[in-house]
């Protein structure tokens, strides 16, 4: 009776190793047979010819992109503001099977016509201007950064006529900026005179305002150069166009956080390409002249973190 027992308990200890070896060697195949998560693919569509002007917003982007699992493939343009190229591009990248689009458009109602022409529904997250219905856009508020640029320049006003410079008419969130400001300046007394380019030669105007960080750097690259200078009042948070506010060649500056507008524009996209809902606040500026650089609140707005 006691070997009976005895045997019987051996068997099952015996049965029990042998399961064990055959989980142990089951179990990590089965691991190893499940197929990774799929990353989700993101196409990022900038308005320039390069990425430079947008580095910071970009090092915004691969950071929330990283965090997040998602692929970033960035494209630009043959020439800077060419919306036939741009809208080609998208309807390429949507085609081709991008789960979401981060657009700097150079023509909102381009891209919206070009979007409304396709199958089925890809999410777009905008920089700067909004795309129809089918966007959230990281930017701050464009009508009141207009009006703020403005009158920053009215307390420095001491007559003549400013020139506003309208880089890219057809962005409406530039358009939007430059609007606000013409009617904050006309309605303080102050002439205004639109122009589509900065004259080939000497800027005669005494005062210009630029609405773009592409526009502004140009007119401080010209403004730098010239024997008598303008008073030149911008957007921006480049390196370059925060040393022209260094040296005195920006007058004043509206200025936002673009690696964090770069950052939620990819989390945004990310969030709709899974069905979540939800949208972005303006992003919040300041109006920055040269001696606001190095106060602590400027810090980060100038020169984020990005490790």
Same mark, same amino acid.
């Given at each position: 009776m006691k070997t009976r027992k005895n045997d019987l308990i051996q068997g099952i200890i015996l049965v029990v190793l042998a399961l064990s070896v055959l989980l142990s060697l089951l179990i990590p195949q089965l691991f190893r047979s499940e197929a990774p998560p799929q990353r989700l693919s993101l196409s990022v569509l900038l308005r320039d010819e390069?990425? $430079?002007g947008w580095s910071t917003a970009r090092q915004g982007m691969e950071q929330a992109a990283d965090e997040l699992g998602a692929e970033l493939r960035?494209?630009?343009l043959a020439s800077s503001g060419n919306s036939a190229e741009q809208a080609e591009s998208l309807r390429r990248e949507v085609e081709e099977g991008a789960d979401a689009l981060v657009v700097v458009p150079a023509d909102p109602l381009s891209l919206t016509q070009t979007l409304d022409?396709? +199958?089925g529904h890809c999410p777009m997250v !905008?920089? #700067?201007s909004p795309v129809g219905s089918f966007s959230g856009v990281a930017a +701050?508020?464009?009508?009141?950064? *207009?009006?703020q640029l403005a009158q920053a320049l009215f307390l420095d006003w001491d007559g003549g006529a400013v020139l506003l410079w309208d880089s !890219? +008419?057809? !962005?409406? *969130?530039? !358009? $939007?900026?430059?609007? $606000? $400001?013409? #009617?904050t300046l006309e309605g303080l007394g102050v002439p205004t005179e639109t122009v589509s380019a900065l004259p080939e030669e000497n800027v005669s105007h005494r005062w210009v305002m630029a609405f773009e960080p592409s526009a502004t750097r140009q007119a401080a690259d010209r403004n730098s150069r010239q024997e008598l200078p303008f008073s030149l009042y911008g957007v921006g948070t480049s390196t370059a166009i925060i040393i022209h506010l260094e040296k005195g060649v920006i007058s004043a500056l509206a200025a936002w956080n673009d690696y964090a507008a770069g950052y939620l524009a990819v989390r945004q996209a990310v969030s709709a390409a899974q069905g979540e809902k939800g949208g972005l606040e303006p992003l919040p500026f300041s109006i920055l002249r040269g001696e606001d650089i190095y106060e602590p609140e400027n810090q980060k707005l100038l020169f984020p973190v990005t490790s």
């Open positions: 390069d990425s $430079a960035f494209l630009t022409q396709l +199958p !905008s920089l #700067e +701050p508020d464009n009508d009141l950064l *207009g009006r !890219s +008419p057809a !962005s409406t *969130g530039v !358009s $939007a900026r430059l609007m $606000a $400001a013409r #009617e």
